[in-house]
Protein backbone atom coordinates (compact mmCIF):
# COMPACT_ATOMS: atom_id res chain seq x y z
CA UNK A 1 0.00 0.00 0.00
CA UNK A 2 1.65 3.17 -1.15
CA UNK A 3 -0.63 5.80 1.35
CA UNK A 4 -1.09 5.80 4.94
CA UNK A 5 -4.50 4.73 5.42
CA UNK A 6 -6.67 6.67 8.16
CA UNK A 7 -9.86 4.31 9.63
CA UNK A 8 -12.78 5.80 12.45
CA UNK A 9 -13.37 3.00 14.49
CA UNK A 10 -16.50 2.93 16.81
CA UNK A 11 -17.39 0.33 19.70
CA UNK A 12 -20.28 -0.41 21.78
CA UNK A 13 -20.08 -4.04 22.29
CA UNK A 14 -20.90 -3.84 26.05
CA UNK A 15 -20.40 -1.40 28.46
CA UNK A 16 -18.00 1.32 26.66
CA UNK A 17 -18.84 3.88 24.12
CA UNK A 18 -15.72 4.10 22.25
CA UNK A 19 -14.04 5.91 18.90
CA UNK A 20 -11.04 6.15 17.64
CA UNK A 21 -9.02 7.27 15.16
CA UNK A 22 -6.20 5.05 13.81
CA UNK A 23 -3.17 5.53 10.80
CA UNK A 24 -1.32 2.51 9.37
CA UNK A 25 2.23 3.84 8.59
CA UNK A 26 3.87 3.50 5.51
CA UNK A 27 5.83 0.66 7.49
CA UNK A 28 3.00 -0.90 8.18
CA UNK A 29 3.32 0.12 12.07
CA UNK A 30 0.23 1.93 13.86
CA UNK A 31 -0.48 5.34 14.91
CA UNK A 32 -2.92 6.06 17.62
CA UNK A 33 -4.21 9.39 16.58
CA UNK A 34 -7.44 9.39 19.11
CA UNK A 35 -9.05 6.78 21.61
CA UNK A 36 -11.59 7.79 23.36
CA UNK A 37 -13.27 5.43 25.97
CA UNK A 38 -15.97 6.29 28.15
CA UNK A 39 -17.02 3.62 30.47
CA UNK A 40 -20.25 2.90 31.97
CA UNK A 41 -19.07 1.53 35.12
CA UNK A 42 -20.29 3.98 37.76
CA UNK A 43 -23.86 3.39 35.89
CA UNK A 44 -23.55 -0.51 36.61
CA UNK A 45 -21.57 -0.38 40.03
CA UNK A 46 -24.74 -0.41 41.93
CA UNK A 47 -26.20 -3.31 39.98
CA UNK A 48 -22.63 -5.17 40.31
CA UNK A 49 -23.38 -6.10 36.60
CA UNK A 50 -23.99 -4.70 33.24
CA UNK A 51 -28.07 -4.29 32.67
CA UNK A 52 -28.24 -4.04 28.63
CA UNK A 53 -31.21 -1.43 28.63
CA UNK A 54 -29.54 0.73 30.51
CA UNK A 55 -26.04 0.34 28.81
CA UNK A 56 -27.70 1.06 24.97
CA UNK A 57 -29.51 3.73 26.37
CA UNK A 58 -26.09 5.29 27.78
CA UNK A 59 -24.58 4.55 24.30
CA UNK A 60 -27.06 6.53 22.47
CA UNK A 61 -27.07 9.27 24.61
CA UNK A 62 -22.81 9.11 24.73
CA UNK A 63 -22.00 8.28 20.39
CA UNK A 64 -22.24 11.34 19.00
CA UNK A 65 -19.84 13.65 21.58
CA UNK A 66 -17.64 10.23 21.29
CA UNK A 67 -17.05 10.46 18.20
CA UNK A 68 -17.15 14.06 17.55
CA UNK A 69 -14.25 13.89 20.23
CA UNK A 70 -12.23 11.47 18.96
CA UNK A 71 -12.37 13.46 14.87
CA UNK A 72 -11.04 16.36 17.03
CA UNK A 73 -8.19 14.95 19.39
CA UNK A 74 -7.01 13.57 15.95
CA UNK A 75 -7.39 17.15 14.13
CA UNK A 76 -9.37 14.45 11.23
CA UNK A 77 -12.40 15.23 9.45
CA UNK A 78 -14.81 12.51 7.62
CA UNK A 79 -13.36 13.83 4.23
CA UNK A 80 -9.52 12.80 5.90
CA UNK A 81 -10.81 9.24 6.84
CA UNK A 82 -10.55 6.27 4.36
CA UNK A 83 -13.04 3.92 6.33
CA UNK A 84 -14.72 3.29 8.70
CA UNK A 85 -15.14 0.43 11.22
CA UNK A 86 -17.45 -0.80 13.73
CA UNK A 87 -17.96 -3.76 16.33
CA UNK A 88 -20.93 -5.73 14.78
CA UNK A 89 -20.53 -8.90 17.46
CA UNK A 90 -20.04 -10.66 19.56
CA UNK A 91 -22.18 -8.70 21.97
CA UNK A 92 -25.19 -7.31 23.23
CA UNK A 93 -27.78 -6.89 20.12
CA UNK A 94 -29.43 -3.61 21.70
CA UNK A 95 -25.41 -2.56 22.31
CA UNK A 96 -23.96 -3.58 18.95
CA UNK A 97 -27.36 -1.83 17.05
CA UNK A 98 -26.16 1.60 18.17
CA UNK A 99 -22.20 1.73 17.70
CA UNK A 100 -23.17 -0.65 14.28
CA UNK A 101 -25.98 2.02 12.82
CA UNK A 102 -23.77 5.28 13.22
CA UNK A 103 -20.62 3.65 11.66
CA UNK A 104 -22.89 2.70 8.89
CA UNK A 105 -24.67 6.10 8.43
CA UNK A 106 -21.04 7.66 8.30
CA UNK A 107 -20.04 5.41 6.11
CA UNK A 108 -22.99 6.03 3.53
CA UNK A 109 -22.86 9.78 3.80
CA UNK A 110 -19.21 10.03 3.76
CA UNK A 111 -19.46 7.57 0.95
CA UNK A 112 -16.39 5.64 2.69
CA UNK A 113 -16.04 2.19 2.83
CA UNK A 114 -17.73 0.04 5.93
CA UNK A 115 -15.93 -2.87 7.61
CA UNK A 116 -18.38 -4.75 10.13
CA UNK A 117 -15.69 -5.86 12.80
CA UNK A 118 -15.58 -8.78 15.45
CA UNK A 119 -14.98 -7.39 18.37
CA UNK A 120 -13.06 -10.58 18.91
CA UNK A 121 -10.57 -9.88 15.98
CA UNK A 122 -10.29 -6.33 17.50
CA UNK A 123 -8.42 -8.11 20.65
CA UNK A 124 -6.72 -10.47 18.68
CA UNK A 125 -5.33 -7.90 16.53
CA UNK A 126 -4.84 -5.36 19.44
CA UNK A 127 -0.77 -5.99 20.21
CA UNK A 128 -0.05 -4.67 16.84
CA UNK A 129 -1.43 -1.45 17.90
CA UNK A 130 2.05 -1.19 19.37
CA UNK A 131 4.39 -3.86 17.96
CA UNK A 132 5.29 -5.17 14.94
CA UNK A 133 4.08 -8.61 15.08
CA UNK A 134 4.33 -11.62 12.14
CA UNK A 135 2.02 -13.83 11.64
CA UNK A 136 1.64 -17.18 12.79
CA UNK A 137 1.36 -16.32 16.38
CA UNK A 138 0.28 -18.04 19.29
CA UNK A 139 -2.56 -16.26 21.08
CA UNK A 140 -4.06 -16.07 24.41
CA UNK A 141 -7.30 -14.41 24.46
CA UNK A 142 -9.08 -13.79 28.20
CA UNK A 143 -11.30 -11.30 28.60
CA UNK A 144 -14.82 -10.84 30.13
CA UNK A 145 -16.56 -12.85 27.81
CA UNK A 146 -13.94 -15.12 26.37
CA UNK A 147 -10.98 -17.56 27.75
CA UNK A 148 -9.41 -18.91 24.74
CA UNK A 149 -6.01 -20.29 22.66
CA UNK A 150 -6.16 -19.16 19.44
CA UNK A 151 -3.04 -19.48 16.41
CA UNK A 152 -3.82 -16.53 14.71
CA UNK A 153 -2.64 -17.53 11.17
CA UNK A 154 -3.47 -14.39 9.63
CA UNK A 155 -6.23 -11.80 9.52
CA UNK A 156 -9.34 -13.40 9.26
CA UNK A 157 -7.88 -16.75 9.96
CA UNK A 158 -8.02 -18.35 13.07
CA UNK A 159 -7.59 -21.81 14.42
CA UNK A 160 -9.23 -22.34 17.72
CA UNK A 161 -6.85 -24.98 19.90
CA UNK A 162 -7.79 -24.26 23.27
CA UNK A 163 -11.19 -22.52 25.10
CA UNK A 164 -12.65 -22.45 28.59
CA UNK A 165 -15.85 -24.99 29.05
CA UNK A 166 -17.62 -22.95 31.49
CA UNK A 167 -16.61 -19.27 32.80
CA UNK A 168 -14.46 -17.18 31.12
CA UNK A 169 -11.34 -15.76 33.23
CA UNK A 170 -12.83 -12.46 33.39
CA UNK A 171 -16.16 -13.34 34.76
CA UNK A 172 -14.61 -15.45 37.28
CA UNK A 173 -12.67 -12.27 38.46
CA UNK A 174 -15.94 -10.41 38.39
CA UNK A 175 -17.93 -12.99 40.86
CA UNK A 176 -15.25 -13.74 42.59
CA UNK A 177 -14.64 -9.61 43.55
CA UNK A 178 -18.59 -10.14 44.18
CA UNK A 179 -18.61 -12.76 46.25
CA UNK A 180 -15.48 -11.34 48.76
CA UNK A 181 -17.35 -7.95 48.28
CA UNK A 182 -14.30 -6.00 47.13
CA UNK A 183 -15.87 -3.91 44.56
CA UNK A 184 -17.07 -3.79 40.50
CA UNK A 185 -15.14 -3.93 37.93
CA UNK A 186 -14.05 -7.15 39.72
CA UNK A 187 -11.06 -7.91 38.13
CA UNK A 188 -8.78 -4.62 38.89
CA UNK A 189 -10.27 -4.61 42.45
CA UNK A 190 -8.98 -8.73 43.00
CA UNK A 191 -6.00 -7.27 41.62
CA UNK A 192 -5.58 -4.86 44.26
CA UNK A 193 -6.73 -6.96 47.14
CA UNK A 194 -4.55 -9.62 46.18
CA UNK A 195 -1.12 -7.77 46.56
CA UNK A 196 -2.30 -7.49 50.21
CA UNK A 197 -2.93 -11.45 51.15
CA UNK A 198 -1.01 -14.58 51.31
CA UNK A 199 -1.21 -16.28 47.88
CA UNK A 200 -0.54 -19.74 49.64
CA UNK A 201 -3.71 -19.32 52.19
CA UNK A 202 -5.82 -21.30 50.45
CA UNK A 203 -5.38 -24.47 48.45
CA UNK A 204 -8.43 -24.28 45.83
CA UNK A 205 -8.86 -26.18 42.63
CA UNK A 206 -7.44 -26.27 39.53
CA UNK A 207 -9.72 -27.76 37.05
CA UNK A 208 -9.09 -29.97 33.96
CA UNK A 209 -5.45 -28.77 34.91
CA UNK A 210 -4.26 -32.63 33.94
CA UNK A 211 -6.85 -33.21 30.73
CA UNK A 212 -8.48 -31.70 27.71
CA UNK A 213 -5.25 -30.37 26.22
CA UNK A 214 -5.17 -26.32 26.67
CA UNK A 215 -8.96 -25.83 27.31
CA UNK A 216 -10.07 -24.09 30.38
CA UNK A 217 -12.30 -24.37 33.36
CA UNK A 218 -12.89 -22.03 36.10
CA UNK A 219 -16.35 -23.07 37.46
CA UNK A 220 -15.17 -25.47 39.88
CA UNK A 221 -12.69 -22.86 41.39
CA UNK A 222 -15.26 -20.25 41.22
CA UNK A 223 -17.46 -22.59 43.51
CA UNK A 224 -14.78 -23.32 45.88
CA UNK A 225 -14.17 -19.30 46.09
CA UNK A 226 -17.98 -18.79 47.15
CA UNK A 227 -17.64 -21.83 49.69
CA UNK A 228 -14.60 -20.00 51.44
CA UNK A 229 -16.09 -16.74 51.38
CA UNK A 230 -19.40 -18.05 53.37
CA UNK A 231 -17.02 -19.26 56.39
CA UNK A 232 -14.75 -15.99 56.07
CA UNK A 233 -17.90 -12.91 56.60
CA UNK A 234 -16.14 -9.62 56.73
CA UNK A 235 -12.69 -10.35 58.20
CA UNK A 236 -10.41 -8.16 55.87
CA UNK A 237 -7.29 -10.61 56.02
CA UNK A 238 -8.83 -13.75 55.09
CA UNK A 239 -10.42 -12.10 52.29
CA UNK A 240 -7.18 -10.96 51.11
CA UNK A 241 -5.82 -14.13 51.42
CA UNK A 242 -8.60 -15.39 49.46
CA UNK A 243 -8.27 -12.78 47.01
CA UNK A 244 -3.83 -13.65 46.56
CA UNK A 245 -5.15 -17.30 46.38
CA UNK A 246 -7.28 -17.27 44.23
CA UNK A 247 -5.14 -15.23 41.83
CA UNK A 248 -2.42 -17.27 42.21
CA UNK A 249 -4.27 -20.36 41.86
CA UNK A 250 -5.06 -18.37 38.25
CA UNK A 251 -1.17 -17.97 37.23
CA UNK A 252 -0.74 -22.07 37.90
CA UNK A 253 -3.95 -22.78 35.60
CA UNK A 254 -2.53 -20.60 32.70
CA UNK A 255 0.94 -21.51 33.71
CA UNK A 256 0.33 -25.45 32.77
CA UNK A 257 -2.30 -25.04 29.94
CA UNK A 258 0.25 -22.16 28.28
CA UNK A 259 2.59 -24.95 28.03
CA UNK A 260 0.48 -27.01 26.73
CA UNK A 261 -0.79 -24.26 23.87
CA UNK A 262 2.90 -23.69 23.30
CA UNK A 263 3.33 -27.57 22.30
CA UNK A 264 0.06 -27.56 19.75
CA UNK A 265 1.34 -24.82 18.31
CA UNK A 266 5.03 -25.65 17.41
CA UNK A 267 3.36 -28.56 16.04
CA UNK A 268 0.63 -27.15 13.90
CA UNK A 269 2.90 -24.61 12.85
CA UNK A 270 6.32 -27.07 12.87
CA UNK A 271 8.00 -23.76 14.79
CA UNK A 272 7.55 -21.35 12.33
CA UNK A 273 7.86 -18.27 14.71
CA UNK A 274 7.56 -18.65 18.31
CA UNK A 275 5.37 -15.63 19.27
CA UNK A 276 3.21 -15.35 22.08
CA UNK A 277 0.74 -12.65 22.39
CA UNK A 278 -1.80 -12.15 25.04
CA UNK A 279 -4.52 -9.46 24.97
CA UNK A 280 -8.19 -9.09 25.90
CA UNK A 281 -9.52 -7.16 29.86
CA UNK A 282 -7.69 -9.94 31.82
CA UNK A 283 -4.11 -9.10 29.90
CA UNK A 284 -4.21 -5.62 32.02
CA UNK A 285 -3.40 -7.91 34.69
CA UNK A 286 0.36 -7.49 36.46
CA UNK A 287 0.96 -10.40 38.36
CA UNK A 288 -0.24 -12.38 34.88
CA UNK A 289 1.66 -10.54 32.64
CA UNK A 290 4.50 -10.97 34.60
CA UNK A 291 3.88 -15.01 35.10
CA UNK A 292 3.00 -15.54 31.64
CA UNK A 293 6.15 -13.44 30.24
CA UNK A 294 8.74 -15.66 32.53
CA UNK A 295 6.92 -18.60 31.28
CA UNK A 296 7.15 -17.53 27.52
CA UNK A 297 10.87 -16.80 27.71
CA UNK A 298 11.71 -20.47 30.04
CA UNK A 299 9.84 -21.79 26.51
CA UNK A 300 11.51 -19.70 23.58
CA UNK A 301 8.73 -18.12 22.91
CA UNK A 302 8.60 -13.55 22.28
CA UNK A 303 5.94 -12.57 25.06
CA UNK A 304 3.98 -9.56 23.77
CA UNK A 305 1.28 -7.73 25.63
CA UNK A 306 -1.49 -5.33 24.45
CA UNK A 307 -0.52 -2.50 25.98
CA UNK A 308 -2.56 -1.89 29.29
CA UNK A 309 -5.27 0.83 27.50
CA UNK A 310 -5.35 -1.58 24.71
CA UNK A 311 -6.80 -4.34 26.84
CA UNK A 312 -9.80 -3.95 27.95
CA UNK A 313 -12.63 -2.64 25.49
CA UNK A 314 -11.68 0.42 23.07
CA UNK A 315 -12.54 1.35 19.29
CA UNK A 316 -8.08 1.77 18.43
CA UNK A 317 -8.34 -1.87 18.13
CA UNK A 318 -11.47 -1.90 16.41
CA UNK A 319 -10.60 0.68 13.83
CA UNK A 320 -6.84 -1.70 13.35
CA UNK A 321 -8.58 -4.60 12.74
CA UNK A 322 -10.72 -2.04 10.07
CA UNK A 323 -7.50 -1.25 7.96
CA UNK A 324 -6.13 -4.40 8.08
CA UNK A 325 -9.62 -6.06 6.54
CA UNK A 326 -9.96 -3.18 4.35
CA UNK A 327 -6.72 -3.70 3.32
CA UNK A 328 -7.58 -7.47 2.47
CA UNK A 329 -10.80 -5.92 0.60
CA UNK A 330 -13.13 -7.52 3.55
CA UNK A 331 -15.45 -4.56 3.25
CA UNK A 332 -19.08 -5.10 4.15
CA UNK A 333 -22.17 -3.70 2.74
CA UNK A 334 -24.44 -1.57 4.95
CA UNK A 335 -27.21 -3.81 5.10
CA UNK A 336 -25.01 -5.81 7.37
CA UNK A 337 -26.54 -6.75 10.73
CA UNK A 338 -24.96 -7.30 14.33
CA UNK A 339 -24.14 -10.49 15.73
CA UNK A 340 -24.61 -11.67 19.51
CA UNK A 341 -22.54 -14.94 18.62
CA UNK A 342 -19.19 -14.65 16.24
CA UNK A 343 -16.45 -17.19 16.90
CA UNK A 344 -13.36 -16.40 14.98
CA UNK A 345 -13.09 -19.94 14.49
CA UNK A 346 -16.05 -20.76 12.63
CA UNK A 347 -14.51 -24.68 12.69
CA UNK A 348 -14.29 -24.77 16.12
CA UNK A 349 -16.32 -27.48 18.53
CA UNK A 350 -18.58 -25.71 20.85
CA UNK A 351 -17.53 -26.40 24.16
CA UNK A 352 -20.75 -25.52 26.36
CA UNK A 353 -23.55 -27.51 28.02
CA UNK A 354 -24.27 -30.95 28.99
CA UNK A 355 -22.89 -33.87 26.57
CA UNK A 356 -19.24 -32.60 26.26
CA UNK A 357 -16.77 -35.04 26.62
CA UNK A 358 -13.26 -33.83 27.43
N1 LIG B 1 -6.33 -6.03 36.29
C1 LIG B 1 -7.22 -6.97 35.97
N2 LIG B 1 -7.11 -8.23 36.47
C2 LIG B 1 -8.00 -9.19 36.13
N3 LIG B 1 -9.06 -8.98 35.33
C3 LIG B 1 -9.21 -7.75 34.81
C4 LIG B 1 -8.31 -6.69 35.09
N4 LIG B 1 -8.72 -5.57 34.43
C5 LIG B 1 -9.86 -5.93 33.77
N5 LIG B 1 -10.16 -7.23 34.00
C6 LIG B 1 -11.33 -7.98 33.53
O1 LIG B 1 -11.44 -7.91 32.13
C7 LIG B 1 -12.81 -8.04 31.77
C8 LIG B 1 -13.15 -6.98 30.75
O2 LIG B 1 -12.41 -7.25 29.60
P1 LIG B 1 -13.00 -6.93 28.19
O3 LIG B 1 -13.46 -5.53 28.19
O4 LIG B 1 -12.05 -7.33 27.16
O5 LIG B 1 -14.24 -7.94 28.21
P2 LIG B 1 -15.60 -7.87 27.42
O6 LIG B 1 -15.46 -6.98 26.25
O7 LIG B 1 -16.67 -7.61 28.41
O8 LIG B 1 -15.72 -9.37 26.92
P3 LIG B 1 -15.35 -9.93 25.47
O9 LIG B 1 -14.22 -9.15 24.96
O10 LIG B 1 -15.03 -11.36 25.74
O11 LIG B 1 -16.60 -9.76 24.67
C9 LIG B 1 -13.63 -7.89 33.03
O12 LIG B 1 -14.11 -9.17 33.40
C10 LIG B 1 -12.63 -7.35 34.04
O13 LIG B 1 -12.90 -7.71 35.37
MG1 LIG C 1 -13.82 -7.07 25.04
Known amino acids: MEKKLTFLGIETSCDETAASIVQENLDGSAKVLSSIVSSQIKEHEKFGGIVPELAARSHVENIEFIISKALKDAKVNFDQ??????????????????????GKAIAGFAEKPFVAVNHLEGHALSPALNNKIKF?????????????????????DYKQIGTTIDDALGEAFDKTAKMLNLGYPGGPAVEKFAKQGDKNFYKLPQPIINKAGCNLSFAGLKTAVLIQS??????????????????????????????????????????????????????????????????????????????IEFCGDNAAMIAWAGIQRYKKRLLNDLNVEPKSRWPLDKEAQYMKGPGLKL
Open 81 to 102: IDGVAATAGPGLIVCLTVGLNI
Open 230 to 307: KKIKDNKKLKFNLAASFQETINKILKKKTKVAFQEFNELTKKKNNIFVVAGGVAANQSIRKSLKDLAEENNFKPIFSE
Open 136 to 156: PYLLLLISGGHSQYLIVNDVN
